[in-house]
């Protein structure tokens, strides 16, 4: 069976993979279906499995590290998404988007149940290990291949790679499953975009309901189109995926260019534990330079 790529219109090319033996449909830039599972006793298997990574990295960012780094994280579903490391020149370490986060955050956008594994370039630092265990399975798979062979490097359960995580994630409970957040609609919801920041905020992870740190925010692009993005406030609560970061990745796996931001809304608590405004304002100030944004605190 031959390989096959899909074309959505995207900004972003989706040329056909050059491992013929497997059939792949690219449902979105970043996201393919029909995927085989990863057999590492297979050379053409781990070598359709490295060729995605080295596709991932081509959707990075590297404007301070200069190293591309690419993830795939395979959905309970088998649908495979693709991250790369997104880096924001001039704005503080934090907003770094790192591959692992961006896999994960893009397959809980899709709607996935759980991952069952992750398949990256480098071995994930402490910070995306702490991402990965609030995926809530201890029996998460993570393999790292070799950058230039198709040599495995390393294969291990979350639970080996980060023992004694700190996380309020269970199996019932955790990144993928959790409640809707119940919260007070704003006043004023004439505003699409704010209509839609707010409906986003419903989606935040958050496994400490004692903290006030929901947030979401909506941005319009010039060509007319609509991003969202939530709060995804982890345990400790560090490292936090913060609206705008979400917003970026659903971005740039739709092939946008995050500069297309003309205005943005955020929603967020009324005097909030954390506040995400100023870092929205502060990415925004770097990618967008001309977008306005507003806020609503409700």
Not at 2 to 29: D, E, M
Not at 267 to 272: L, N, T, W
Request: net charge negative; glycine share 6%; charged share 10%.
């Amino acid at each position: 069976m031959q390989a096959s790529a899909r074309n959505t219109g995207s900004h972003f090319p989706i040329p056909p993979l050059a491992n013929q033996s497997y059939s792949v449909n690219f449902i979105a830039p970043m996201v393919a279906q029909g995927l085989p599972a990863l057999n590492l006793g297979v050379h053409d298997s781990v070598a359709l499995y490295r060729e995605l990574l080295g596709r991932a990295q081509q959707f990075a960012s590297p404007q301070v590290s200069g190293r591309r780094v690419g993830a795939i994280a395979i959905g309970q579903s088998g649908t495979a998404y693709l991250g790369a490391n997104i880096e924001i020149k001039g704005t503080a370490p934090s907003d770094t988007i790192h591959a692992e986060a961006f896999a994960v955050t893009l397959a809980r956008h899709y709607g996935e149940s759980g991952i069952s594994a992750i398949v990256l370039t480098l071995q994930p630092c402490g910070s995306c290990r702490q991402i990965l265990a609030e995926a809530g399975s201890p029996e998460l798979t993570i393999i790292i291949l070799n950058s230039e062979t198709t040599a495995v490097l390393y294969q291990e359960t979350i639970t080996s790679l980060f023992p004694l995580g700190y996380t309020y994630a269970t199996q019932a409970q955790n990144l993928f499953c959790h409640p809707v957040l119940l919260l007070e609609a704003p006043t004023s919801s004439e505003c699409q975009l704010l209509a839609q920041a707010f409906r986003k905020a419903s989606q935040c992870y958050l496994p400490n309901p004692e903290r006030k740190t929901w947030s979401g925010i909506a941005a319009q692009l010039s060509n007319g189109k609509v991003y969202t993005g939530s709060a995804i406030t982890i345990s400790g609560p560090n490292p936090t995926i913060t609206p705008v970061q979400d917003l970026l990745i659903q971005l740039i796996s739709h092939g946008e260019n995050p500069n297309e931001i003309v205005t943005a809304h955020l929603i967020e608590p009324q005097e909030p534990d954390y506040s995400f405004f100023r870092n929205t304002e502060a990415v925004l100030e770097k990618i967008a330079p001309c977008a306005t944004i507003h806020r609503t605190q409700a």
